[in-house]
Every structure is written in C-alpha cells, then in structure tokens.
C-alpha cells in the first residue's frame, strides 16, 4: 500500500473573547443539541460527514463502544439542520482542567460552501465555552482546541483561523494511504 504525507495543524482559543463568529447563512438552518446518545444517529453523522475525505478512525467501533463515547459526561454533539435535514455536525469532548477539544467538526457533501461551515463552527465553540453551564461538574472552560490535517476540507483550516482559532502546532507525517470509505462501501470511487 502506498504512502502519502499529511500535516495535521493544532489550533485553540484561550478565551471567550477570541471567538470570532461568522453570520448565520440564508435559509431556515438551525443547530440542535442530540441530547440523547445514539450511537446509529452519531455513526451516520461520522460516515456522512467524513466518508469522502478519508474519516475511519471510528468506522470499527461496536455500538457499545459508541454509547460509552456518548454517554460520558460533557461529550455533546450539535447538529446543523438545514429545512429539517441534518447538514453537518461538531463534537465536543471535555478533557481535564477546563479544557475541551472540537474533535469533530464537518459538514455532509452536498451542504459544504453555503457558509453554513462558519455559523456551526461559532455555535460549536461558543458552547465549548459555556460547557460547564450545562455541565457543572465540569471545571469552567479556559482553553477550546481542535485538530484539522491535508486530509480534511480545502477550507478547514482557513475557518478556523477565520473563527479566531490560533494555531501553536505543525506535524507533518507520512502515512499509509487508505481509499475513500464514503458513508457506505461503494458510496465514492477511488
């Protein structure tokens, strides 16, 4: 199997001041906290989301393993909505002493490029920020941080920078190449 090279850019925020939201986008779109942990509903968003570019850290979990992910305390999922259907997503996973990492953030093929990216994006890391509001077992947010790579979205890391994530790591890597997964085997050529 051949190889390719992949930079993964490590970007935070220290501050509730450094969030820099973007306007809402046209139309009815809407983002809804899943509050109730399904593990079929987040694999879908997972698959959706990532199929085609090259998300499969995940694709082996069992359902048990899923629901451990979900059911932990401060894990959260906001879900973008688009006249009803669900357009992208961002997860939050709180870590210890009030830091809380974006570890999942995209949007479903057809809904990329209508600055709905910018809008989930703002909501996802103003509730990182406000976490422990619905979370007080939770120590008060101090710092949000994500990782995005040469794998993901031509313009993910231009929203980040955009949404006022700083970025303070670099790492490039080479790694084994895997085909494009889609939402389902098949769902994307090669």
């Known amino acids: 199997m051949s190889t390719v090279t992949v930079t993964t850019w490590s970007l935070e925020q220290t501050s509730p001041a450094d969030l820099l939201p973007a306007a809402a986008p046209d139309g009815e779109v809407r983002v809804v906290r899943a509050e109730v942990p399904s593990p079929e509903f987040s694999r879908f968003l997972y698959a959706s989301v990532g199929g085609d570019i090259r998300w499969t850290d995940r694709l082996g979990w069992s359902h048990a393993r899923w629901l451990e992910h979900l059911d932990r305390p401060g894990v959260e999922t906001w879900v973008a909505h688009d006249r009803g259907t669900p357009a992208g997503y961002v997860e939050l996973d709180p870590q210890d002493d009030g830091v809380v990492e974006i570890v999942y953030f995209g949007l479903l093929p057809a809904f990329r490029g209508r600055r709905i990216g910018g ?15 619905r979370w007080p077992e939770r120590t008060p947010t101090k710092r949000v941080w994500l990782h995005t790579c040469s794998k993901d979205g031509a313009y993910a890391r231009d929203n980040y920078l955009r ?5 303070f790591d670099t790492r490039t890597e080479d790694e084994q190449e895997v085909p494009t997964p889609g939402p389902w085997p098949g769902a994307y050529p090669a």
Do not use: M, Q, T
Not at 163 to 167: N, V
């Open 119 to 133: 809008h989930l994006l703002s909501y996802g890391a103003a509730r990182a920020w406000d976490l422990a509001e």
């Open 163 to 167: 949404r006022g994530f700083r970025l």
